[in-house]
């Protein structure tokens, strides 16, 4: 099978190389295309991967490219992780944010719009060229905003796009583990899971039948055994009867979070394009590319969400897994390829119907009750040779199906943005944020992001 990679000069796309040599994985892709607008970036990832310690014999073959149709022509497979302006454009939407008093963060509130407003475009660039030049490929995206990115692609690509982020699955296995019963991989019997890309709950664990997270919530010890108990404390996730995804941290804990970014020396992207700046010119034809590689990957990965921990906490080691959207996505392509025995169970972003039926469970028009059948949500799915179904999940409580629906009318804004070239839309999406809230703000926002991407001028004038 040929598998391109949209955004090859990625950071991360030796976790998938990586993941593709060995394991479950092993065989399923005989050509690795890298595709990107970076011509550089491509040949320092080619050489980590070519310097990366596999089995012999293990290896699919690496094609880069800078032509996209070069690069999707005979691809049944293609992955998209881009992101239009790089980590400098990363610093840009966290600063105007943060210089404005509100939350400055990759994909949560005012820098997640602006950084929509740049990637959908060229993710619909991506789409149509997929229509030319391999019409029968899927795509799997983990573009961030990835639900957002995702939504905006259906109506080009309908069930062949999928969003995927390894954020909710990782946080089923984590619950699961500490409640003493660990889910097989592929497997999410009993799990209620609802939300949107990044703002999601976990509201049942029952692989055997009985509701283990009552239990989990009532444990101190099982608790801090987890990143998200850490994060959120006991004594709130007992009040929400619930586990919220990692990134809810944002909306919780809002003046909390943005105070602790501000007193950081740099921001996030500050931090890794300091740290990409120096590592890429280095990795070009280097017999040591992948340890200097690797070096860097657990630095990056100690540093998430580091506004959440004290000054000089560490992550715990059992977070530094090294990622997992990768085998996220790898587990969606071997199912879509029919090589997987029987459905494959999984956390992904969908459109919220047509609904998979499940056994016990009356018949749903949608997967998410109270949220609109073509808003894409995130959700448990069945991945077939057939694409990925939602499964059933109960009417979200209150407090949680009224962020959602606040949050996705901002999303439906962001996208009009882009596919009207309205600007008043974009304004409406920063002012409507819940984590923004002001038409005076939403406006400061808008105009601070225009004076960093003349792109998002272009855009209005276009149209």
Same mark, same amino acid.
């Given at each position: 099978m040929?598998?391109?990679?949209?955004?090859?000069?990625?950071?991360?796309?030796?976790?998938?190389?990586?993941a593709?040599?060995?394991?479950?994985?092993?065989?399923?892709?005989?050509?690795?295309?890298?595709?990107?607008?970076?011509?550089?970036?491509?040949?320092?990832?080619e050489?980590?991967? =070519?310097?990366?310690?596999?089995?012999?014999?293990s290896r699919?073959?690496?094609v880069?490219?800078?032509?996209?149709?070069?690069?999707?022509a005979?691809?049944?497979?293609?992955?998209?992780?881009?992101?239009p302006?790089?980590?400098?454009?990363?610093?840009?939407d966290?600063?105007?944010?943060?210089?404005?008093?509100?939350?400055?963060?990759?994909?949560?509130?005012?820098?997640?719009?602006?950084?929509?407003?740049?990637?959908?475009?060229?993710?619909?660039e991506?789409?149509?060229?997929?229509?030319?030049?391999?019409?029968?490929?899927?795509?799997?995206?983990?573009?961030?905003?990835?639900?957002?990115?995702?939504?905006?692609?259906?109506?080009?690509?309908?069930?062949?796009?999928?969003?995927?982020?390894?954020?909710?699955?990782?946080?089923?296995?984590?619950?699961?583990?500490?409640?003493g019963?660990?889910?097989?991989?592929?497997?999410?019997?009993?799990?209620?899971?609802?939300?949107?890309?990044?703002?999601?709950?976990?509201?049942?664990?029952?692989?055997?039948?009985?509701?283990?997270?009552?239990g989990?919530?009532s444990?101190?010890?099982?608790?801090?055994?987890?990143?998200?108990?850490?994060?959120?404390?006991?004594?709130?996730?007992?009040?929400?009867?619930?586990?919220?995804?990692?990134?809810?941290?944002?909306?919780?804990?809002?003046?909390?979070?943005?105070? =602790?970014?501000?007193?950081?020396s740099e921001?996030?992207?500050?931090?890794?394009?300091?740290?990409?700046?120096?590592?890429?010119?280095?990795?070009?034809?280097?017999?040591?590319?992948?340890?200097?590689?690797?070096?860097?990957?657990?630095?990056?990965?100690?540093?998430?969400?580091?506004?959440?921990?004290?000054?000089?906490?560490?992550?715990?080691?059992?977070?530094?897994?090294?990622?997992?959207?990768?085998?996220?996505?790898?587990?969606v392509?071997?199912?879509?390829?029919?090589?997987?025995s029987?459905?494959?169970?999984?956390?992904?972003?969908?459109?919220?119907?047509?609904?998979?039926?499940?056994?016990?469970?009356?018949?749903?028009?949608?997967?998410?009750?109270?949220?609109?059948a073509?808003?894409?949500?995130?959700?448990?799915?069945?991945?077939?040779?057939?694409?990925?179904?939602?499964?059933a999940?109960?009417?979200?409580?209150?407090?949680?199906?009224?962020?959602?629906?606040h949050?996705?009318?901002v999303?439906?804004?962001?996208?009009?943005?882009?596919?009207?070239?309205?600007?008043?839309?974009?304004?409406q999406?920063?002012?409507?944020?819940?984590l923004v809230?002001?038409?005076?703000?939403?406006?400061?926002?808008?105009?601070?992001?225009?004076?960093?991407?003349?792109?998002?001028?272009?855009?209005?004038v276009?149209?």
């Amino acid at each position: 099978m040929r598998l391109m990679i949209a955004g090859g000069g990625g950071f991360r796309v030796p976790l998938v190389y990586r993941a593709l040599c060995s394991g479950p994985f092993a065989g399923l892709v005989d050509e690795l295309v890298l595709y990107d607008v970076d011509a550089s970036r491509l040949v320092a990832i080619e050489s980590v991967l =070519a310097a990366m310690p596999v089995p012999e014999g293990s290896r699919p073959a690496v094609v880069i490219s800078t032509d996209l149709g070069q690069a999707l022509a005979g691809t049944r497979m293609v992955f998209a992780a881009i992101r239009p302006g790089g980590t400098a454009g990363r610093m840009i939407d966290e600063r105007v944010a943060l210089d404005l008093g509100v939350l400055g963060q990759e994909t949560t509130g005012a820098g997640g719009i602006s950084y929509a407003l740049r990637s959908i475009p060229r993710m619909l660039e991506l789409a149509e060229a997929m229509r030319v030049h391999c019409p029968d490929a899927w795509l799997i995206n983990f573009t961030n905003p990835a639900g957002m990115v995702t939504e905006a692609l259906v109506p080009v690509l309908g069930k062949r796009v999928i969003g995927i982020c390894d954020s909710a699955g990782g946080l089923v296995k984590r619950a699961a583990a500490a409640a003493g019963t660990p889910l097989p991989d592929g497997r999410l019997d009993g799990v209620g899971y609802y939300g949107l890309n990044h703002l999601g709950w976990l509201y049942r664990l029952a692989p055997a039948g009985t509701d283990l997270l009552p239990g989990l919530l009532s444990s101190h010890d099982a608790l801090a055994s987890m990143e998200e108990g850490r994060l959120f404390g006991q004594h709130m996730l007992e009040l929400l009867g619930c586990l919220p995804n990692e990134y809810l941290y944002y909306y919780y804990e809002t003046h909390h979070a943005t105070q =602790a970014i501000r007193r950081q020396s740099e921001t996030r992207g500050a931090s890794i394009h300091g740290q990409q700046a120096a590592l890429y010119p280095g990795l070009a034809g280097s017999a040591d590319a992948y340890a200097r590689w690797d070096a860097a990957r657990l630095s990056r990965e100690e540093g998430y969400l580091a506004e959440s921990r004290e000054e000089g906490e560490q992550r715990d080691e059992s977070d530094l897994a090294g990622g997992g959207y990768e085998r996220v996505a790898l587990a969606v392509m071997r199912a879509l390829s029919g090589s997987s025995s029987g459905a494959t169970e999984l956390i992904l972003n969908v459109p919220n119907s047509p609904v998979a039926a499940v056994a016990g469970v009356a018949t749903a028009k949608v997967a998410v009750p109270g949220l609109p059948a073509d808003a894409v949500v995130e959700v448990p799915c069945q991945v077939t040779s057939d694409g990925a179904l939602p499964l059933a999940q109960d009417r979200p409580g209150g407090q949680f199906l009224t962020l959602m629906r606040h949050v996705k009318e901002v999303e439906r804004l962001t996208i009009q943005a882009v596919r009207e070239g309205s600007r008043e839309a974009a304004l409406q999406a920063f002012a409507a944020h819940p984590l923004v809230g002001s038409a005076d703000l939403g406006r400061q926002l808008l105009e601070g992001y225009e004076d960093g991407f003349p792109e998002l001028v272009q855009l209005w004038v276009e149209h």
